[in-house]
């Protein structure tokens, strides 16, 4: 789903001696159970990076934006470095305002993939630095995804690292009240043919299993595509859903018509879905969990990203009131345990020593906890010590990017913007409503030659 929530831009710099609430670091060095260890031994060998500057620009407001700068402040702390953090609810047009005037920050922080790809073809990036793949490969949960996400094409049309993903989501989460499990006998899942058995059995007792709703005013029908993109990973290697998002594979090929039926299976069968099939497409998302926790339950589970708690009952308390569990593989496919979700990358947009430093600063850790104890940040980096995270929420969806096998940006942001958030949004709601995949996906793929 296209949608990133900003507040207002602003700009404050943070020098030597830790230049953040009132001069102070968020956490002592040395309290918590944070990585001081790494962090202080990256901070004895870092050079003395007094009187350079690195600036840094991106989407992150209120409150993230000194959540991030808190971040940064134990880079100045140990370099003497000062960092300048710009937050803009314009961020992706002032970028490329900016690199082609040649006035790029040092950093620019994007928040999906397609237009850091873009920026990279016209030469207005700057690779990582060699060792930062090897790193992300070793040390991120499904590594080899992460650096795959973050490379592009260059001036020249040859791959280069350019993205290092900071600060990610998760949507293959499945939410469930577990007193509801309890009273009734069940248990969560573990593969997708538990969940589809669990499906028929919650029917077969006379109760609801799921809640699903597609409607978002003019983007209605965009969580029906969050669905079929998870099914398309849970059916098909990763390369086939690669070669779906970019259209080298039509999206009226069998498997995508058999993933759209997939999710068929459950959005379609009126003892499946709170309300019948046909309340799916004008039940209103934010509503559609509200089934969860009616008394008597309208439902047993909803498939929503990480979110989604935002539309919870209020005082919801978590691990009591409600939980999730992983949006299960299928044990017979072999397809490992993929993710869907999206993320902020990390790229250069003007290089210096001083820049290369910060994202050797950014590898630690430290960094990545920082953010995720005040914030809702999440990281597929292994070595993050998961008490750090705010809540308990945090720390089990960590839990499950940092064991996933594949990692996949939500598909629809990276098609073009008259599909991915057009036809295939309305194209769902079309199949929903009783029309036939085939020519649900034929449509779609008649709109994506029409932009060709």
């Known amino acids: 789903m296209r949608k990133t929530f900003f507040a207002s831009a602003a700009v404050v710099a943070l020098s030597a001696g830790g230049a953040f609430a009132g001069g102070h670091l968020p956490f002592a060095p040395g309290d918590g159970a944070f990585s001081w260890d790494s962090y202080n031994a990256w901070a004895d060998s870092a050079p003395d990076l007094s009187g350079q500057t690195v600036t840094v620009s991106g989407p992150w407001l209120q409150p993230e934006d000194d959540v991030f700068r808190s971040v940064l402040a134990y880079f100045a702390e140990a370099t003497g470095a000062e960092v300048i953090y710009t937050g803009s609810d314009s961020f992706e047009q002032q970028i490329v305002i900016d690199a082609e005037a040649g006035a790029a920050p040092n950093v620019a922080v994007f928040p999906q993939p397609g237009l850091a790809a873009d920026m990279a073809s016209r030469g207005l990036l700057h690779p990582l630095p060699d060792s930062m793949s090897d790193f992300v490969v070793d040390n991120y949960g499904a590594g080899q995804s992460w650096v795959d996400l973050g490379t592009y ?24 009240v577990p007193e509801n499990f309890e009273d009734a006998g069940y248990e969560v899942p573990e593969t997708m043919e538990d969940l589809r058995a669990l499906t028929e059995q919650i029917a077969a007792d006379g109760e609801t299993p799921w809640c699903i709703g597609l409607g978002s005013g003019a983007a209605t029908g965009w969580p029906a595509t969050d669905w079929v993109e998870d099914l398309m990973l849970r059916t098909q290697p990763a390369d086939v859903y ?6 080298a594979m039509p999206f009226n090929d069998p498997r995508v018509v058999a993933a759209i039926e997939e999710f068929g299976w459950f959005a379609r069968n009126d003892a499946f879905v709170s309300g019948g099939a046909g309340a799916v497409a004008s039940t209103d998302f934010r509503d559609s969990p509200n089934g969860l926790f009616a008394a008597p339950a309208q439902c047993y589970m909803h498939r929503q990203a990480s979110f989604v708690p935002a539309f919870f009952p209020e005082d919801t308390e978590f691990g009591e009131d409600v939980d999730f569990f992983y949006f299960p593989s299928y044990a017979g496919k072999d397809l490992g345990n993929p993710v869907l979700g999206g993320g902020t990358l990390m790229s250069i947009t003007n290089p210096s020593d001083a820049t290369n ?28 010590n998961p008490e750090t995270y705010l809540n308990d929420a945090l720390r089990g969806q960590a839990e499950i990017l940092v064991n996933a096998t594949t990692f996949r940006f939500d598909g629809s942001d990276l098609m073009p913007g008259g599909v991915g958030a057009g036809t295939f949004w309305t194209g769902m709601v079309d199949y929903t409503g009783g029309k036939d995949a085939q020519a649900v996906a034929d449509s779609i793929q008649e709109s ?3 932009l060709k």
């Open 153 to 176: 094409a260059d001036a020249d049309g040859n791959p280069q690292h350019y993205g290092f993903f900071y600060n990610v989501n998760v949507k293959s989460l499945v939410w469930y």
């Open 242 to 247: 690669d070669d779906w998002t970019t259209n």
């Open 357 to 384: 430093e910060l994202m050797a600063y950014l590898q630690l850790p430290l960094a990545h906890e920082v953010f995720g104890a005040q914030s809702g940040f999440l990281t597929p980096l292994k070595s993050v």
């Open 448 to 450: 994506w030659d029409a």
